[in-house]
C-alpha cells in the first residue's frame, strides 16, 4: 500500500490515524501537521493531574517513548488552507503539503466570551500551555471563578479545591452538567461539589469580568459581583476548521467537518475525525459531533480503514463514551440520555458511595435503553456498556 497522507492536526486524532494506516501495513509517506510545537500529548490531565502538579509534561506523551511511527512531522506549523480538487494543505511559513490523501484532526479551541476583562488572569483551558499559564495562577488561598459548569469547568473545580484555592462555579442553566447527565447524576455531582466547599451559583450570566490588570470580580447579570483573583472560562469548544473555508468541504451548522459514517467528507479522498468532525453517528441515528477521547480513538480507525479501501468499523458502532474524574470519583457514561429519560439505579444509590444505573427513554412503542451511566463502580459499568446495543436512538433533538 503506497501513496501519500497528509493529516492536519496532530493531537489524539491525528495521531491516532498515523497509527491505524501503519498498523493496516501502509507503507506509504505520512505527514503529520501539527500548530503546536509540543511533542503530541494527551488532553484529559490537563484538567486533572497536569493541573494538580501529580503529573508531568512527559507522563502526557502520546506516542510510546520507543515508537516510531515512521511520519514526516511539520510541528509547531499551522495549516491555513486546502486546495479544492488538488488535496494540497497550504501551511502558515508559505510552503505546501500535496498528498493523495487529507485528514482533518484539526479538533477545537476553547470557545472565549466577548466580555469586557482585564488581561490577565482570565483564562481558558484547551492546550497544554493554557494550563501551564492557569496552574500558575492558581496559589492557595487564591479565588478561582470558573465560568460554565461543564465538564471542563467541574474538573478544573474539583482540582483547585484540592490545591486550597477557594472556588466558585457559575453556571447559567439550572444545574452544572444537567444537559449531559440528566438531573438526578448532575444532583449527586452538584452535592460533591458543595460538599467540597464549592460555591454553585446557577441561572446566573456573566456581563464582565472586573478588574484593571488583573480580575478583581465577577459581574452577573443579575447585579451580583462575585469576588475573584483568577477566572476560568469553560463555555465549550469550537470545531478549529475556519482553515477549510473556500475548500468545498461542508461544514455543518456548527463549524465541524460533516462527514458520513466512513468519516469521509464531501471532497474525494479528504476525511474528518475527532472534535473536529461530525459524523453520521449509528448510535446516535444521524449526524452528530461527539468530543469525547474514545471518539476521536475510534473515528481514526474508521477513517483509515476506508482511506485504505478496507473493510472496517463504522462511526457509532460503538455508543459514545466519556468518563470524568472529580475529587477522587469517576464519573462514566455511555451513549447519550435524552430530556425526560427514566433512571434507573440498578447498582449502589444516588446517596450512598457509588452508583450504576440506566437511562430508558419511553416511545410508542417501548422504553430504549439509551444511556448508562456510574460512579465509581467500574465493573457493573462495563457490564451495562456491553449490552447498549448500537442502534439507532430515538427522535434527538438537533
Ligand atoms: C482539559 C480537557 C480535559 C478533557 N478530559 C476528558 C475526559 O476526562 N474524558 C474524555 O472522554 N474526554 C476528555 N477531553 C476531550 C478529549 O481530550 C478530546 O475529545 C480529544 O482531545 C480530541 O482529540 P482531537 O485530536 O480530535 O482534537 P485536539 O485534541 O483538539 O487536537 C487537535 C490538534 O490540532 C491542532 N490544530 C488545530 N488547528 C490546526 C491547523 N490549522 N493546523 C495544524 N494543526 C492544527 C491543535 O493545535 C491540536 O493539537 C478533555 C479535553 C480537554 C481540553
Same mark, same amino acid.
Given at each position: 500500500?503506497?501513496?501519500?497522507?497528509?493529516?492536519?492536526?496532530? +493531537?489524539?486524532? *491525528?495521531?491516532?490515524?498515523?497509527?491505524?494506516?501503519? *498498523?493496516?501495513?501502509?507503507?506509504?509517506?505520512?505527514?503529520?501537521?501539527?500548530?503546536?510545537?509540543?511533542?503530541?500529548?494527551?488532553?484529559? %490531565?490537563?484538567?486533572?493531574?497536569?493541573?494538580?502538579?501529580?503529573?508531568?509534561?512527559?507522563?502526557?506523551?502520546?506516542?510510546?517513548?520507543?515508537?516510531?511511527?515512521?511520519?514526516?512531522?511539520?510541528?509547531?506549523?499551522?495549516?491555513?488552507?486546502?486546495?479544492?480538487?488538488?488535496?494540497?494543505?497550504?501551511?502558515?511559513?508559505?510552503?505546501? &503539503?500535496?498528498?493523495?490523501?487529507?485528514?482533518?484532526?484539526?479538533?477545537?479551541? !476553547?470557545?472565549? $466570551?466577548?466580555?469586557?476583562?482585564?488581561?490577565?488572569?482570565?483564562?481558558?483551558?484547551?492546550?497544554?500551555?493554557?494550563?501551564?499559564?492557569?496552574?500558575?495562577?492558581?496559589?492557595? *488561598?487564591?479565588?478561582?471563578?470558573?465560568?460554565?459548569?461543564?465538564?471542563?469547568?467541574?474538573?478544573?473545580?474539583?482540582?483547585?479545591?484540592?490545591?486550597?484555592?477557594?472556588?466558585?462555579? &457559575?453556571?447559567?442553566?439550572?444545574?452544572?452538567?444537567? %444537559?449531559?447527565?440528566? %438531573?438526578? @447524576?448532575?444532583?449527586?455531582?452538584?452535592?460533591?461539589?458543595?460538599?467540597?466547599?464549592?460555591?454553585?451559583?446557577?441561572?446566573?450570566?456573566?456581563?464582565?469580568?472586573?478588574?484593571?490588570?488583573?480580575? +478583581?470580580? &465577577?459581574?452577573?447579570?443579575?447585579?451580583?459581583?462575585?469576588?475573584?483573583?483568577?477566572?476560568?472560562?469553560?463555555?465549550? !469548544?469550537?470545531?478549529?476548521?475556519?482553515? $477549510?473555508?473556500?475548500?468545498? @468541504?461542508? =461544514?455543518?451548522?456548527?463549524?465541524?467537518?460533516?462527514?458520513?459514517?466512513?468519516?469521509?467528507?464531501?471532497?474525494?479522498?479528504?476525511?474528518?475525525? *475527532?472534535?473536529?468532525?461530525?459524523?453520521?453517528?449509528?448510535?446516535?441515528?444521524?449526524?452528530?459531533?461527539?468530543?469525547?477521547?474514545?471518539?476521536?480513538?475510534?473515528?481514526?480507525?474508521?477513517?483509515?480503514?476506508?482511506?485504505?479501501? $478496507?473493510?472496517?468499523?463504522? !462511526?457509532?458502532?460503538?455508543?459514545?463514551?466519556?468518563?470524568?474524574?472529580?475529587?477522587?470519583?469517576?464519573?462514566?457514561?455511555?451513549?447519550?440520555? =435524552?430530556?425526560?429519560?427514566?433512571?434507573?439505579?440498578?447498582?449502589?444509590?444516588?446517596?450512598?458511595?457509588?452508583?450504576?444505573?440506566?437511562?430508558?427513554?419511553?416511545?410508542?412503542?417501548?422504553?430504549?435503553?439509551?444511556?448508562?451511566?456510574?460512579?465509581?463502580?467500574?465493573?457493573?459499568? !462495563?457490564?451495562?456498556?456491553?449490552?447498549?446495543? %448500537?442502534?439507532?436512538?430515538?427522535?434527538?433533538?438537533?
Amino acid at each position: 500500500m503506497t501513496g501519500s497522507v497528509a493529516v492536519v492536526g496532530a +493531537s489524539l486524532a *491525528g495521531v491516532s490515524t498515523a497509527r491505524a494506516l501503519r *498498523g493496516h501495513g501502509f507503507d506509504g509517506e505520512i505527514t503529520l501537521i501539527g500548530a503546536e510545537e509540543h511533542q503530541p500529548y494527551d488532553r484529559p %490531565p490537563l484538567s486533572k493531574a497536569l493541573l494538580a502538579g501529580q503529573a508531568g509534561t512527559a507522563d502526557l506523551a502520546l506516542l510510546g517513548t520507543d515508537e516510531d511511527l515512521g511520519v514526516r512531522w511539520l510541528l509547531g506549523r499551522r495549516a491555513t488552507g486546502l486546495l479544492p480538487g488538488e488535496r494540497r494543505v497550504l501551511l502558515d511559513d508559505g510552503a505546501s &503539503v500535496t498528498a493523495d490523501a487529507v485528514v482533518v484532526a484539526t479538533g477545537a479551541r !476553547a470557545r472565549r $466570551l466577548p466580555l469586557p476583562a482585564p488581561d490577565r488572569g482570565v483564562h481558558v483551558l484547551r492546550t497544554m500551555d493554557d494550563a501551564r499559564r492557569l496552574a500558575a495562577d492558581l496559589r492557595p *488561598g487564591a479565588r478561582l471563578v470558573v465560568i460554565g459548569g461543564g465538564f471542563i469547568g467541574c474538573e478544573v473545580a474539583a482540582t483547585s479545591r484540592g490545591l486550597g484555592l477557594e472556588v466558585t462555579v &457559575v453556571e447559567a442553566g439550572p444545574m452544572p452538567l444537567a %444537559p449531559a447527565l440528566g %438531573p438526578e @447524576v448532575a444532583g449527586v455531582l452538584l452535592r460533591l461539589h458543595r460538599a467540597h466547599g464549592v460555591r454553585v451559583e446557577c441561572g446566573a450570566g456573566v456581563i464582565a469580568v472586573r478588574g484593571s490588570v488583573r480580575p +478583581s470580580a &465577577v459581574v452577573l447579570d443579575d447585579g451580583r459581583e462575585i469576588p475573584a483573583d483568577v477566572v476560568l472560562l469553560a463555555v465549550g !469548544a469550537v470545531p478549529e476548521t475556519d482553515w $477549510l473555508h473556500g475548500s468545498g @468541504v461542508t =461544514l455543518a451548522a456548527d463549524g465541524s467537518v460533516a462527514c458520513d459514517s466512513s468519516c469521509r467528507t464531501s471532497v474525494p479522498s479528504v476525511f474528518a475525525v *475527532g472534535d473536529a468532525a461530525s459524523a453520521d453517528h449509528r448510535f446516535l441515528g444521524g449526524q452528530a459531533r461527539v468530543e469525547h477521547w474514545s471518539n476521536a480513538l475510534e473515528q481514526a480507525g474508521v477513517a483509515a480503514a476506508a482511506l485504505l479501501g $478496507l473493510p472496517g468499523a463504522t !462511526a457509532g458502532d460503538a455508543p459514545p463514551y466519556f468518563w470524568s474524574d472529580q475529587y477522587g470519583h469517576r464519573l462514566q457514561l455511555a451513549g447519550r440520555p =435524552l430530556p425526560g429519560d427514566r433512571l434507573t439505579f440498578v447498582e449502589g444509590e444516588p446517596t450512598g458511595a457509588g452508583f450504576a444505573g440506566v437511562y430508558e427513554h419511553t416511545t410508542p412503542t417501548g422504553a430504549v435503553t439509551t444511556a448508562v451511566v456510574a460512579l465509581d463502580r467500574p465493573r457493573p459499568f !462495563a457490564r451495562l456498556r456491553r449490552g447498549l446495543t %448500537p442502534r439507532p436512538a430515538p427522535s434527538r433533538p438537533a
